[in-house]
């Protein structure tokens, strides 16, 4: 019997950030990560960061020292860090999206230079704002800045999901679900990680089947099933048929990846046979 052919030796590694390649809400990457990281660069693995984060931690950038970057769930590219693409609302749907009915929602609007936000009185801002430049949601009308993303947070994010996803079935609709039940993010049709991971293999040069993503949510469902390999994170049921390669959690993916590496070191030692 005619041995299997053996998978094609990855040449592009897509990565999640939140519950992926950090812990939820984490600015570090974890060490064994970061060793991992740097023996595939060394092999001349590409890195790409897709996440739905509007820009990603430092740290991030200083241990993947990725080759492509794609923010607000794919909607903005870069590659060798030049803008690639940018995916914004046009404004009959962003009014479509601004106009819920949802009781002290807590709703950010991203743009490409500020973020708008409009929460009920006495809620605190999140450390993490507090660092950026935002301004109240009221003001973006009249700032014309072109919005990429808008996210929600609301215990009962999901009836307006389910309203958004029949009036607008184009946007692309992530989270009111494990692990993300109180909160939505909406981005305009196009902006979704699929279509960054394919964006992204084609600026680089690298065909699809060489490519592997890693991924925790919903929201990475769409890169998980066009990668070459697919490797779930956690234990998400919705993944989990799309996944050919489970891990625990972000502490998990070092040893992962080590082993990727010399697995890629073992066969670059390998004499080349000649007829």
């Not at 693995?45 to 492509?68: E, H, M």
């Not at 002290?104 to 490409?112: G, L, S």
């Not at 902006?191 to 394919?198: H, P, T």
């Not at 998400?236 to 697995?263: I, M, N, S």
Request: glycine share 8%.
């Amino acid at each position: 019997m005619p041995r299997p052919a053996p998978s094609p030796a990855p040449r592009l590694l897509a990565f999640d950030l939140d519950g992926t390649l950090i812990p939820d809400g984490g600015l570090i990457v974890p060490l064994a990560t970061r060793a991992a990281l740097g023996r595939l660069h060394a092999l001349g693995v590409k890195v790409a960061v897709i996440t739905g984060r509007d820009s990603p931690p430092s740290d991030v950038l200083d241990a993947a020292r990725p080759d492509a970057v794609a923010t607000n769930n794919g909607g903005s590219i870069s590659i060798g860090g030049r803008p690639h693409t940018e995916i914004h609302f046009d404004q009959a749907d962003l009014l479509a999206v601004l106009a819920h009915t949802l009781q002290d929602a807590r709703v950010i609007a991203f743009t490409a230079g500020r973020i708008y936000v409009d929460a009920p009185p006495g809620t605190p801002t999140p450390p993490w704002l507090a660092q950026r430049d935002h301004a109240p949601l009221a003001e973006l009308e009249r700032s014309h800045d072109r919005v990429l993303k808008v996210g929600f947070y609301h215990p009962g994010i999901r009836g307006w999901r389910d309203a958004l996803s029949q009036s607008h079935p184009h946007l692309v609709l992530t989270g009111a679900q494990p692990p993300y039940s109180d909160f939505l993010t909406v981005t305009p049709s196009g902006a979704d990680k699929g279509a960054a991971l394919v964006a992204v293999a084609q600026a680089l040069g690298i065909d699809m089947q060489r490519t592997v993503a890693f991924g925790d949510s919903d929201n990475d469902l769409a890169m998980l099933e066009l990668a070459g390999q697919a490797v779930q994170l956690g234990d998400l049921p919705l993944l989990r048929p799309h996944a050919d390669v489970t891990l625990e959690g972000p502490e998990a993916l070092g040893a992962y990846l080590d082993t990727l590496a010399q697995r890629l070191e073992q066969a670059a030692a390998q004499p080349v046979e000649t007829l």
